[in-house]
């Protein structure tokens, strides 16, 4: 007989660690398990090892509020990360509920509850909750450069770097201008030969100290607790107020942009050339320079920045389309990430296979027709457990409303009106993968903010009933056995193709 749960979180990362904590603090009792793929725990903080991988958001707002950071760093290093999450999960009581090595491939509704096949056996749950994140662990964005085969020295991508590389006193050259390029040269460029960035376009960096000088100060007067919240609150604050200066005034934050990093880099020409980008700031997440480091590098001569585009590997490095080679003994595809859709999890209700990418998301955090599941997400514009958490509080909410009510599942009414991206970035990673996500609507509670000034105060006051059905039993049957487009296997529909109806021993859903 297959292990049941009442709730099964999948991933055992940021997202699942923090949904365990305040399922146990706000729903105590429940029981739950948490399906985690890798045989460690931490998620991104586990996979990522380049050299100096870190936060791009700030510890304060990264970090739980239920667990203060206590690191000095507030661009904190991958290692530190992960060592504050498997201290969470420990104080939390959280590790023996993980089960490694056990990746969820498959979930069914079957009426009443989930059944969900690992590669280790099947389980079930009444609540199915999805906080894996949306990387594909198993492979990054690796484009199909011309002349690969020729080149006679090495390429890796970051997100499989390998254990024996050594790039001390070697050419290097970093293919890519995102926050995983910004944080690998001045890195690398501390040992190397010398480093060069080649980027085909500029990204907008933001130079922050990798200190809070506030946030020690505040933890040297006020208990720590308090003075976590202070400090969380503050930087919630500063970086929204932010965001909405470079939608609104991007001059004036380009312009600010600009003077932060000629204050580590010595060439104005240099920083036109290299350093200002096509688009409007925060069209693309700002990537984070703590100290100027990357400028730092370049202005000492360690780095430098190619903005051109690649027309051929040769043996000796890259042919760019200009003709100027690029002499590499290691080349660095930091080319960007795949995305997955909850974890890569084939989701089906009563056969019918659902296509996440065709549904609409409710409230950011479920699916319209799909029932008793939610998936976790984050900001695009501030850390990812601000919004993390409030979903986690949210489901939290929303099983305590089933409990009360002695109903057995809840499904979002089929959603109707104009569809929007759920992601609203311009890049590549983000656009390669938009067909795989669900949409958002343009109105509530359909509509996904990126804010989390609104979201703090709205989500934990939502209603779960505004647009939601529940119901008792095998209530929810999904689609019509005659709809199906094949008699063998699951058919792909949307959600909206799912249906609630009445059994003859059970009461009916009732929608509110």
């Not at 699951?490 to 009732?510: D, I």
Request: glycine share 10%.
């Amino acid at each position: 007989m297959a292990d049941h749960f009442d709730v099964l979180i999948i991933g055992a990362g940021m997202s699942g660690i923090g949904a365990a904590w305040r399922l146990q603090q706000l729903r105590p009792g429940t029981s739950y398990a948490i399906l985690e793929s890798r045989d460690d725990l931490g998620g991104t903080w586990d996979l990522f090892r380049y050299p100096g991988v870190r936060s791009d958001s700030d510890m304060f707002t990264l970090s739980y509020p239920f667990r203060p950071w206590r690191g000095e760093q507030s661009m904190a290093s991958g290692e530190s990360i992960l060592s504050y999450l498997r201290d969470t999960a420990v104080e939390g009581g959280i590790l023996p509920h993980i089960r490694f090595g056990t990746r969820a491939v498959a979930a069914n509704w079957d009426g009443s509850r989930w059944t969900v096949e690992t590669e280790k056996g099947t389980l079930t749950c009444n609540f199915l909750y999805a906080c894996a994140g949306y990387y594909n662990y198993e492979a990054g964005y690796q484009p199909d450069f011309p002349g690969l085969g020729d080149f006679a020295g090495r390429l890796v991508h970051p997100q499989f770097w390998p254990e024996d590389l050594d790039t001390t006193g070697k050419r290097v050259v970093v293919i890519g201008s995102g926050a995983t390029a910004v944080t690998l040269v001045p890195a690398l460029a501390a040992t190397a030969e010398h480093v060069t960035m080649l980027q085909r376009s500029p990204t907008y960096l933001t130079v922050l100290p990798d200190r809070d000088a506030f946030a020690d100060q505040a933890r040297k007067r006020l208990p720590p607790g308090l003075a976590h919240k202070v400090v969380r609150t503050k930087n919630v604050l500063v970086t929204q107020g932010f965001y909405q200066l470079a939608r609104r005034r991007p001059d004036r934050v380009k312009s600010l942009l600009r003077r932060l990093a000629l204050h580590f880099l010595d060439d104005p020409a240099y920083f036109a050339e290299h350093f200002t980008p096509s688009y409007e700031p925060w069209d693309q997440r700002l990537c984070v320079v703590p100290r100027g480091d990357l400028f730092k590098a370049i202005n000492d001569g360690n780095a430098s920045v190619a903005t051109a585009t690649i027309d051929r590997f040769v043996p000796e490095g890259i042919r760019l389309t200009g003709g100027r080679v690029l002499e590499a003994d290691v080349v660095v595809s930091a080319t960007g990430l795949d995305l997955l859709a909850v974890g890569g999890m084939t989701l089906t209700v009563k056969g019918l296979k659902i296509e996440p990418g065709h549904s609409m998301t409710y409230r950011g955090l479920m699916l319209g027709g799909v029932p008793n599941f939610a998936f976790c997400i984050g900001y695009t514009n501030a850390s990812w457990t601000l919004r993390a958490d409030l979903s986690h509080r949210y489901v939290a909410k929303l099983l305590g409303y089933l409990a009360k009510h002695g109903y057995t599942w809840a499904v979002p009414n089929e959603a109707a009106g104009e569809r929007r991206p759920l992601l609203d970035l311009s890049s590549g990673y983000v656009q390669r993968a938009l067909d795989k996500f669900p949409a958002q609507g343009t109105t509530d509670p359909w509509r996904v903010r990126q804010n989390y000034l609104i979201d703090v105060v709205r989500t934990p006051r939502a209603d779960v009933t505004r647009d939601m059905t529940f119901g008792r039993g095998s209530t929810y049957f999904g689609p019509p056995q005659e709809d199906s487009s094949s008699a063998s296997g699951a058919s792909n529909a949307s959600p909206a193709a799912c249906r609630s109806a009445p059994a003859a021993s059970t009461a009916p859903g009732e929608t509110r």
